[in-house]
């Protein structure tokens, strides 16, 4: 069994990638690789100007945030006139990573500027996603004048309308969709108001309160926290899958030169508990993304949000160690949920009644699930069957509630406006979601959904997608080209590392290793002793055949004072079928082909074996499915002359 993926591979320019490479200057002593120049072609870059611009986004000048947000000015003012009457502000925020390092950012800035203020977020379990009713009252009985909502409330008109009538400021930070009815608040920061050719409009909910809390410390003439603020701002935006454009990848780029000797004690400790990275080496997108961003998100998921807000305001290392040991624990709790739900789920769908392609889209409930992991399990779900995913968990006996995830062609915030009579509260975009129902309504939603799906699915849409950047031939791997590559991170969303693809590699050893991953070494003529792979999650299709296309990222190994390049293996496909040729050699039948680049000759007998030839090599594999392997010396007679006769028919002239 191999992965049901579908390979999208961008349109090659090699002339024009010529041009660009031989004009971007990178190093003096070599030329810019036509890979790395197709790459950012790939990224809607064809002039040089724009290319000098992506890797240097430093260089570009920015406009005033006071400019381009309409309610910056009065925000600012609002809080002025709290910090210099001391009236008392309160932070609610979200239990995501972005919410709570929102949080911490402007709990950081306000303290520092003599503000008397204290934070909230709402629980995951009984509150949902938000500010509601019951936090503005109990702010409002705590003495609280002035409220900020931070990575949520655009969507609240009930909460914030229930402030208004209590006599209380409110200021909202938030980055999410805008409703067809704003709140009634005092002032609204968020980049969906501003114009679409801003380079704010991708600021995630921490870079909001990023802005709103450096342009606060202008005002007041206050030393700035930007390094403290800009690691915080790092962490949030990576963590919340923000893309990696514009103004975000210039300010992630500095922030990730920051945080290995960062400032804010909480993220020493988490970087010390997880061991992500040496001192003064710049961390890479992934560091944040599969080690640290876990451990923040995973108390967000199952735990209390007040760990994460204590961790990263904390100066003290005692206390920040104690809580990074507690995010530790949690995201290994959390691990094993994901791991023990996925593994009941797959079973459900393997031997239950779930006609995925028919349906063009996976509904699955199942009572007990966590309802703060199951998100993460939809994602493994998509990658695994190619379809929407909608899981949902019963909260109790009459109600279910789900998170939904997508693929590119499929809408889910659209597909629950579909469902809207048969939902109770649901919300999200294009890519995923979150939602609630009756259980009694579980099969007309489930029925609902497929038809929705058969409005904008076709049967070939129902594999999992990966984008690929170029074909690349093994020989140009290298770690020249790997520190090219350097100059176009960090990447992430909408940024993507750079996936290459190289056709018929041959698998040596192979093994699994951890949990589930697959570790082997491809083979080709130019690597005679291989180079190493990873594939993550791929322990379900071992052993892979012998001979494979593949496509993937590249990562450098250090081991100790070693560097070596490996390949991250995100998809394999059975080589292109080659045309067969039909011969006969001393009275025998046989067929015989040519691999794509001429480097593999197959030649079969009307028993099935297959004798194997790799290009240069004396030496050849005999390959039957009812005898092991064996190497056969092609010099000899009858090998050589076998072979000779499958050339003749394949390559006449």
């Known amino acids: 069994m191999l992965p049901q993926h579908r390979w999208q591979i961008a349109p090659s320019n090699p002339s024009q990638a010529a041009m660009l490479g031989l004009g971007i200057t990178l190093t003096p002593e070599e030329a810019t690789s036509p890979l790395l120049a197709q790459v950012l072609i790939n990224r809607g870059i064809e002039t040089l100007e724009q290319a000098e611009l992506f890797i240097h986004p430093e260089t570009a000048e920015l406009p005033s945030p006071l400019t381009e947000f309409p309610d910056l000015e009065l925000s600012l003012d609002l809080l002025v006139d709290a910090i210099e009457h001391k009236s008392k502000i309160a932070i609610c925020g979200d239990y995501d990573a972005d919410g709570m390092t929102s949080t911490a950012v402007l709990l950081r800035a306000l303290s520092a500027l003599g503000a008397d203020v204290d934070y909230a977020i709402p629980s995951r379990m009984s509150d949902g996603y938000g500010i509601n009713r019951r936090i503005v009252e109990e702010f409002h009985a705590e003495g609280v004048k002035l409220i900020i909502t931070v990575d949520n409330g655009i969507s609240a008109v009930d909460a914030i309308t229930r402030a208004a009538e209590l006599g209380l400021i409110t200021i909202i930070t938030d980055h999410h969709d805008l409703p067809q009815v704003l709140p009634p608040a005092n002032a609204i920061l968020n980049p969906k108001l501003i114009a679409q050719s801003s380079v704010y409009r991708s600021i995630a909910g921490v870079g909001v309160a990023y802005l709103l809390a450096l342009e606060l410390s202008a005002r007041l003439n206050q030393p700035s926290l930007s390094d403290e603020l800009l690691e915080l701002f790092t962490l949030g935006t990576i963590a919340d899958l923000a893309p990696l454009t514009g103004i975000n990848r210039r300010l992630v780029k500095q922030g990730l030169k920051l945080l290995p000797n960062s400032q804010v004690t909480g993220i ?66 959390r691990q094993d949920m994901c791991a023990a739900i996925e593994q009941e789920a797959i079973d459900l769908i393997e031997h239950g009644n779930y006609n995925i392609k028919q349906n063009r889209v996976l509904v699955i409930v199942h009572p007990g699930w966590h309802h703060g992991v199951i998100g993460i399990v939809a994602s493994r779900l998509v990658e695994r069957y190619g379809v929407p995913v909608f899981i949902g968990t019963n909260e109790d006996e009459h109600h279910i509630r789900g998170s939904a995830r997508s693929i590119p062609e499929f809408d889910v915030f659209h597909a629950l406006q579909y469902c809207d009579e048969l939902l109770g509260k649901y919300g999200g975009h294009r890519a995923a979601g979150g939602f609630s129902m009756p259980t009694e309504n579980l099969e007309q939603v489930q029925q609902r959904l497929s038809e929705f799906a058969h409005k904008c699915l076709e049967i070939e849409h129902l594999k999992y997608l990966v984008k690929i950047d170029a074909e690349a031939d093994l020989s140009s791997i290298n770690m020249s080209l790997y520190q090219q590559i350097d100059a176009i ?10 996936v290459f693809w190289t056709a018929d590699v041959r698998v040596l050893e192979q093994k699994i290793v951890g949990k589930g991953h697959l570790k082997f070494t491809v083979d080709t003529p130019e690597f005679p002793n291989g180079i190493k792979a990873i594939a993550w999650r791929f322990g379900d299709y071992f052993p892979l055949p012998k001979y494979l296309d593949i496509a993937y990222k590249l990562k450098e190994n250090n081991w100790k004072d070693s560097r070596s390049i490996e390949l991250e293996v995100i998809s394999v496909r059975l080589p292109s079928s080659a045309p067969t040729y039909k011969f006969n050699y001393q009275e025998r039948n046989y067929t015989c082909s040519l691999s794509a680049g001429k480097e593999r000759l197959s030649i079969v007998n009307s028993n099935g074996q297959s004798l194997v030839v790799n290009k240069g090599q004396r030496i050849a594999e005999l390959i039957s499915s009812s005898a092991p392997l064996k190497i056969i010396d092609i010099t000899q007679s009858y090998y050589f002359n076998l072979i000779k006769a499958a050339m003749k028919i394949l390559e006449p002239s």
């Open 268 to 333: 020493q400790a988490l970087i010390e508990m997880s061991g992500t990275a040496a001192k003064n080496t710049a961390m890479k997108p992934e560091d944040i993304g599969f080690r640290l961003g876990p451990r923040i998100n995973a108390i967000g998921r199952i735990d209390d949000p007040q760990i994460i807000i204590n961790l990263l305001t904390t100066d003290d290392m005692g206390v920040a160690l104690a809580r990074a040991i507690q995010c530790e624990q949690v995201n290994k709790q």
């Open 489 to 498: 991170h960090p990447c992430g969303m909408e940024n993507p590392d750079p």
